[in-house]
T-cell receptor
Framework: EAGVAQSPRYKIIEKRQSVAFWCNPI?????LYWYQQILGQGPKLLIQ????????DSQLPKDRFSAERLKGVDSTLKIQPAKLEDSAVYLC?????????????FGPGTRLTVT | GNSVTQMEGPVTLSEEAFLTINCTYT??????LFWYVQYPGEGLQLLLK?????DKGSNKGFEATYRKETTSFHLEKGSVQVSDSAVYFC??????????FGKGTKLTVNP
């Protein structure tokens, strides 16, 4: 079974530029998540989709971050304009119901450096 | 809100030593509890989980027991190997399914 795919793996941009990340979840997984992992910290949820609807985007900085999940499969996360503090690894995950709890599977992440 | 507190790292052990990484949580209701592992250069992988009080999750020689009375989910392994070197994250999920992570504990095992 193919895992969660993400691209690009690495990106370096200057502040005030824009950037987009792509995620393809595991086939059949209805729920998709984007997390931000700053160096030395645990991942923090940015946005959660159920099919192509947003379930939780309470921690997404909406003045600069946007995300969409067209057709309930692939998703893109965009930052415009980027700030220095956006330097982090952006993780995409998808989940399915295993017994009584959901198990999330993570992609390899995109490491963003903002200079 | 929900939160997870992990012991501060880094942790350095010799091969075959006993490992404990402490994790405590604060949550409303009855969350599910998880340990994830992140090997160098790789993504997060689910190591084990427990979904109700007194459940024990286990995998690859690692164990953790869901203790509701102490709100803890400590990770243990009886004999670590060099290949266990990684960052370990404790996490919980409630009704919304979203994961709340601790800050992670870096483990280095020396031969």
């Amino acid at each position: 079974e193919a895992g969660v795919a993400q691209s690009p793996r690495y990106k370096i941009i200057e502040k005030r530029q824009s950037v987009a990340f792509w995620c393809n979840p595991i086939s059949g997984h209805a729920t998709l998540y984007w997390y931000q992992q700053i160096l030395g910290q645990g991942p923090k949820l940015l946005i959660q989709f159920q099919n192509n609807g947003v379930v939780d985007d309470s921690q997404l900085p909406k003045d600069r971050f946007s995300a969409e999940r067209l057709k309930g499969v692939d998703s893109t996360l965009k930052i415009q304009p980027a700030k220095l503090e956006d330097s982090a690894v952006y993780l995409c995950a998808s989940s399915y119901l295993a017994g009584v709890s959901y198990e999330q599977y993570f992609g390899p992440g995109t490491r963003l450096t903002v200079t | 809100g929900n939160s997870v507190t992990q012991m501060e790292g880094p942790v350095t052990l010799s091969e075959e030593a006993f490992l404990t990484i402490n994790c405590t949580y604060t949550a409303t209701g009855y969350p599910s509890l998880f340990w994830y592992v992140q090997y160098p250069g790789e993504g997060l992988q689910l190591l084990l989980k427990a979904t109700k009080a007194d459940d024990k999750g286990s995998n690859k020689g690692f164990e953790a027991t869901y203790r509701k009375e102490t709100t803890s989910f400590h990770l243990e392994k009886g004999s670590v190997q060099v290949s266990d070197s990684a960052v370990y994250f404790c996490a919980l999920s409630g009704l919304s399914e979203k994961l709340v992570f601790g800050k992670g504990t870096k483990l280095t095992v020396n031969p």
